[in-house]
């Protein structure tokens, strides 16, 4: 096969960041992307509908002449949280909420510290079909970071799950087995989105050899057995996974210092990237739906019309991207060679 074509893919997981790097962010993911879950991190967070409608503005702003794309706004959960809030968002058409344990991310020191505090919030969610996005991880320094996705499971969301079965739940950047067995044997409120560095990397690309910070995320890279059960149900083209890239852009300099900074930019080659492990896996038939069915049959949304074509072609992602301010980012997987190109782009 040297050419696949597929209906134009959604990203239903990114960090655009704000300011001067949107320049850099948006047209790199609307590029391939026609629409994209924008995350609600900034600092101060998007807690509102205004914020999140200001945002959205300087979003639109900076996609280039000729592109169409659309940002998902989203907002985000504290413990000052109200149903109320939830209400006047969904108004707004925004078209979910962000559940980030506190200190479990980059910019989610606001976030929730008492769980039991939002189940007013989960229930207007469920009532106003709001989906909630899970960052799903405790953040107890007693627990393993290895294994911290786990616990969360067994100690937050299987209570959630259970005690509000009309909600959607979308368990992000999932990264475990324990993870891909809780989603496929859930309800079908309950999908999961997969990042290209959990299904490309394990914990070995972060530690072995030294210490390579651009591979650091949260969640960590786990070990290999936990990459293959994500290969795994990718691969079995099972509905209820879908494309949610993480990017998540640092400059170079945050990346390479005594306390670097979590996360990857995938954006600027994610569609390649996908598609790059789809093939490995003898799975490119299954591509379509993981791009552009799942997400927005989950979302309720329709599917987009146009289509994509990507080419087979060896090539290489750059070592570095020069930000507008003139500063490096290294994108995610840096000059390592890949084995599909988007044809516009050739």
Not at 19 to 48: S, Y
Not at 216 to 244: D, M, T, W
Not at 306 to 311: E, W
């Amino acid at each position: 096969m040297n050419e696949l074509t597929i209906l134009a893919p959604d990203d239903w997981h990114l960090h655009f960041r704000d300011g001067d790097i949107l320049k850099e962010t948006v047209p790199a993911t609307a590029r391939c992307f026609k629409r994209a879950i924008v995350m609600p991190n900034l600092v101060p967070p998007v807690v509102n509908a205004q914020m999140a409608a200001d945002y959205e503005s300087r979003i639109i702003a900076a996609i280039p002449n000729g592109l169409e794309f659309t940002p998902l706004m989203t907002i985000y959960l504290t413990n000052d949280t109200s149903p109320q809030d939830i209400i006047d968002a969904k108004a707004a058409g925004i078209v979910a909420a962000k559940l980030y344990p506190a200190g479990a991310t980059t910019n989610s020191d606001a976030a929730v510290s008492q769980l039991d505090a939002l189940f007013p919030v989960f229930e207007t969610m469920s009532e106003h079909n709001m989906l909630l996005l899970v960052h799903g991880e405790v953040t107890d320094h007693f627990v393993d970071i290895f294994d911290r996705e786990k616990v969360f499971i067994d100690q937050k969301l299987s209570v959630i799950a259970e005690k509000f079965p009309q909600l959607k739940i979308v368990f992000e950047h999932i990264t475990t087995k324990e993870a891909a067995e809780f989603v496929t044997d859930a309800s079908e409120k309950i999908a999961a989105t997969i990042t290209p560095q959990h299904l490309l990397l394990n914990r070995n690309d972060l530690l072995v050899g030294g210490i390579r910070p651009h591979n650091y995320c949260l969640p960590v890279l786990k070990r290999n057995i936990h990459q293959e059960a994500l290969r795994s149900v990718v691969a079995s083209g099972s509905n209820k996974f879908f494309l949610g890239s993480d990017s998540a852009p640092h400059e170079k300099h945050m990346k390479e210092s005594s306390c670097g900074c979590a996360g990857c930019y995938s954006a600027w080659s994610a569609l390649e990237l996908y598609t790059h492990v789809f093939e490995e896996l003898g799975a490119l038939d299954k591509l379509e739906a993981f791009a552009s069915k799942n997400g927005p049959d989950f979302y309720n949304l329709p599917r987009n019309t146009s289509r994509v074509t990507l080419v087979k072609k060896d090539w290489q992602i750059p070592q570095e991207i020069i930000l507008p301010n003139g500063n490096p980012i290294v994108p995610f997987f840096a000059g390592e060679t890949i084995s599909w190109k988007i044809k516009s782009d050739n």
